[in-house]
């Protein structure tokens, strides 16, 4: 549910102009973060799912054969991620390959302009034919890889801002995880438009950084770099585990255009720590929760004068007096162990102390 919303809320500008694209990454990322870690803390309460969940768990219970169903699902899940993760790696393997196997020069002046931002950047700058649009690579071992184009100084700055800031935020190592967690949740149609939408969160910050600071007209000039860089690129597919200038898809290139022309959109950094805030707070409470069918004690179970009958809340709670723990029901007060109480009130029953 989470995911539906900020993706249709990121799809609003105006939501830029009181919230940063960074805080809006960030809420991806508590998002993945509750998809892949579904733990129960010791502090998590049940909270009954209803006819509903009775239904489902029924129907993953039922056998097919000498197997439940919930176990047929799971099976297909875990074969469906390891094909899915498996066609993943193999493509990053492939294209990381190509990438090193091409030949390419190292380019001195960018490397010198870089050191100038960064002076302990350790990222290579290389030259390539075979390349048509600046992108960059590594997680580790960072490369900037350029065509075999001259540029202005002016757009060789921009370009070399844009790949480093990628670079500089792991951008690369951040959507190779977003990718993973697609394809454990393959099943999952929400994962595969998320992935999307953070591969355009990522280049918007990429352009915010780049052009924060820039007067009206210099902004007009990075435009004119990356439109430049859109027709380069029209004829050749992103490669897997790099991030390039653009991509291309039109309708991203233009939403990235109309974003960077805005001049109301500020990246101020008190609205990234009060999302930091308010998301924990969430995935906090997300946990505290859980819910799970609800069953009344079967009829068949209960025989002509059996003491066993159903309790409740409204008429059943724990009465403390001195070191003595009595359960006290509709029908009958019961002396119980201090442990078997605490547990009861941990389930929401009430709790009395009486003096002896």
Request: glycine share 4%; net charge neutral.
């Amino acid at each position: 549910m989470l995911i539906a919303l900020f993706l249709m809320l990121r799809k609003k500008v105006s939501l830029l102009h009181v919230c940063s694209i960074q805080a809006i990454i960030l809420l991806y990322l508590f998002c993945a973060v509750r998809l892949a870690i579904p733990i129960e803390l010791p502090w998590t309460k049940v909270v009954s799912g209803g006819r509903f969940y009775r239904w489902l768990y029924w129907i993953l219970g039922y056998p097919i054969g000498v197997f439940p169903v919930y176990e047929i699902l799971l099976f297909i899940w875990l074969a469906g991620a390891v094909w899915s993760l498996g066609k993943y790696f193999l493509q990053y393997r492939k294209a990381s390959s190509y990438l090193n196997g091409l030949p390419k020069k190292l380019d001195r002046d960018a490397m010198n302009m870089l050191q100038e931002w960064d002076a302990d950047s350790r990222i290579q700058i290389f030259r390539c034919a075979e390349v048509k649009a600046p992108c960059c690579m590594g997680i580790w071992n960072k490369r900037i890889l350029l065509p075999e184009k001259a540029y202005t100084e002016g757009d060789l700055r921009y370009i070399l801002l844009h790949e480093y800031t990628h670079l500089k935020h792991n951008d690369i190592l951040f959507k190779v995880l977003i990718r993973v967690l697609c394809g454990i949740y393959w099943w999952n149609p929400l994962l595969l438009w998320m992935k999307k939408d953070v591969n355009q969160s990522v280049e918007i910050r990429c352009d915010l950084s780049v052009t924060g600071h820039l007067e009206k007209a210099e902004r007009a000039d990075y435009l004119e770099v990356m439109l430049d860089a859109f027709r380069e690129s029209t004829d050749t597919a992103p490669l897997t585990g790099s991030a390039g200038l653009v991509e291309n898809h039109s309708a991203s290139l233009m939403e990235r255009f109309r974003i960077v022309a805005d001049s109301k959109i500020m990246q101020k950094k008190w609205t990234t720590v009060w999302t930091c805030i308010a998301m924990l707070v969430v995935l906090v409470f997300s946990y505290s929760f859980i819910l799970q069918p609800k069953y009344a004690v079967p009829e068949s179970e209960i025989g002509n004068g059996s003491r066993i009958y159903e309790v409740n809340q409204e008429d059943t709670y724990i009465i403390k007096q001195g070191d003595t723990y009595i359960l006290h029901t509709e029908k009958e007060d019961l002396i119980i162990d201090e442990n078997a109480a605490i547990q009861i009130r941990e389930e929401g029953f009430l709790w009395k102390e009486v003096e002896e």
